[in-house]
């Protein structure tokens, strides 16, 4: 019974459109030979990634966010360098609320440390979020309207986020766009699903050396990718394997080198000094597993 209500009360927040809520994921990749600018060497780019998001319902129009996300990125930053590992952790905090039959928003605090976790201070936290404003045009169309903004190590970020989530009206083709950050477009065959995606951000890294001042690295990473997807458990446990093409390239520069504004992909008041030479793009794989709640099968089964 109370797990009946559970599904109920969070019908009317993720019903529109998208049947779905994504709970869990977790993800190894790796990309090959990435070569540093005008030097005779390269390094791997290997990562690991995890997340949850769960939803706690406050009432009837509104829902509490809450999860947490960890990456792992390991790789040499300087040519012949040994291997350093980059941490991210950040916590979800944010509010969903429906206002109307077609409006609805989305308001998300993403606090976060990241560096290489080596003398953590206050100088390896940054502050985050984004807000979304979603307009519901039919049962199988949803458009976006938003902001993402964050705190880096060389200045602030911050880019404007236009997209919209498609469903056709036979389940099997599916459009979940987020531009210019990210963009998923799918085709279900039965247990498997074909499909091609996008992400692109700006990240940044503290870097402690010892008896030497603190760097960072500015992660410019753009990755496009085909993938196969084998769908288990009803649907429930989505298991991908990526290939495609990453950017990934990490600007080392000293801590307090900053920029005036980064806005997407424009820097302004960019009179940094970079200190390695910069990484051109690779070749990556990575394999993907994901614990999917859906919200429409459940309601049904549960009656």
């Given at each position: 019974?109370k797990k009946l209500l559970l599904l109920f009360l969070l019908f009317p927040f993720f019903i529109s ?250 820097s302004f008041g960019d009179d940094r000094t970079q200190l390695n030479p910069s990484l051109n793009g ?22």
């Open positions: 019974m459109a998208q049947e779905y809520v994504d709970i869990f994921r977790i993800g190894f990749g790796q990309t090959f030979n990435n070569n540093f600018e005008d030097v005779d060497s390269s390094t791997n780019v290997k990562s690991f990634e995890v997340g949850f998001t769960f939803p706690v319902v406050l009432n009837q129009n509104h829902a509490l966010i809450t999860g947490g996300d960890f990456s792992r990125n390991n790789l040499q930053l300087f040519p012949e360098a040994e291997y350093t590992s980059l941490y991210s952790t950040n916590i979800k905090l944010g509010l969903a609320s429906n206002w109307s039959e077609k409006w609805s928003t989305t308001i998300v605090l993403l606090p976060k440390i990241a560096s290489d976790y080596k003398n953590i201070s206050v100088s390896d936290f940054y502050f985050g979020g984004f807000a979304l404003l979603k307009l519901k045009k039919n049962e199988n169309l949803k458009y976006r309207f938003g902001i993402y903004a964050s705190q880096e190590a060389f200045g602030l970020f911050t880019t404007p986020i236009l997209g919209w989530y498609y469903l056709s009206p036979n389940k099997r083709f599916e459009m979940d766009m987020s531009l210019p950050i990210s963009a998923d477009v799918s085709y279900k065959l039965g247990v498997t699903t074909v499909g091609v995606d996008y992400f692109g951000i700006g990240r940044s890294f503290n870097v402690h050396y010892e008896n030497s001042p603190t760097l960072y690295a500015d992660l410019s990473s753009l990755e496009f990718a085909g993938y196969l997807q084998l769908n288990a458990l009803e649907e429930s446990v989505l298991l991908r394997a990526k290939l495609g093409y990453s950017s990934n390239n990490y600007e080392m520069y000293a801590e307090g080198d900053k920029l005036d504004l980064g806005v997407s992909a424009f690779g070749v990556f794989l990575k394999f993907e597993a994901i614990y999917r709640f859906h919200i429409k099968k459940k309601n049904t089964s549960e009656n």
